[in-house]
């Protein structure tokens, strides 16, 4: 009986993140800088019309900062916001630890094109006047 727990488990797994694999960021407050991830998140969006943001514990509110700097400068429109806690183990396989964990999933706005295009114009201005 376990086994069929596990095989159903492992299925529900891959079946409802392949599709978001492609466009999901998951997002940490330590190794890249902010901005690196907003300009991940604008070729993400570029390419899948949609991405997600991913964190758990202490990066999330480097997430929400993403979200906001994309939703500001009227790129993104927000479509989804989940919540939840992870079961984790501390790294050396001590006690398990509970964790926040956010995703936020963020679509094109309507004037995402032009304001990419707009932009990709200013740095082409910028270069020729160097």
Same mark, same amino acid.
């Given at each position: 009986?376990? @086994?069929? %727990?596990? @095989?159903?488990?492992?299925?529900?797994?891959?079946?409802?993140?392949?599709?978001?694999?492609?466009?999901?960021? #998951?997002?940490? /407050? %330590?190794?890249?800088?902010? &901005? &690196?991830?907003?300009?991940?998140?604008?070729?993400?969006?570029? #390419?899948?019309?949609?991405?997600?943001?991913?964190? !758990?514990?202490? $990066?999330?509110?480097?997430?929400?900062?993403?979200?906001?700097? !994309?939703?500001? /400068?009227?790129?993104?429109?927000?479509?989804?916001?989940? %919540?939840? %806690?992870?079961?984790?183990?501390?790294?050396? @396989?001590?006690?398990?630890?509970?964790?926040?964990?956010?995703?936020?999933? =963020? @679509?094109?706005? +309507?004037? &995402?094109?032009? =304001?990419? $295009?707009?932009?990709? +114009?200013?740095?082409?201005?910028?270069?020729?006047?160097?």
């Amino acid at each position: 009986m376990e @086994g069929i %727990t596990e @095989g159903v488990n492992n299925l529900n797994i891959t079946d409802s993140s392949a599709s978001n694999k492609k466009n999901r960021i #998951q997002v940490s /407050n %330590t190794k890249k800088p902010l &901005f &690196f991830y907003v300009n991940l998140a604008k070729r993400y969006m570029q #390419q899948h019309n949609e991405v997600e943001l991913s964190a !758990l514990g202490m $990066a999330i509110a480097t997430v929400v900062t993403i979200a906001e700097i !994309l939703k500001n /400068n009227g790129l993104a429109v927000e479509k989804k916001i989940m %919540t939840s %806690t992870v079961d984790m183990r501390e790294e050396s @396989g001590g006690r398990p630890v509970q964790k926040a964990k956010i995703e936020i999933l =963020l @679509g094109k706005s +309507e004037k &995402f094109d032009e =304001l990419m $295009a707009a932009s990709a +114009e200013e740095v082409l201005d910028n270069e020729e006047q160097s």
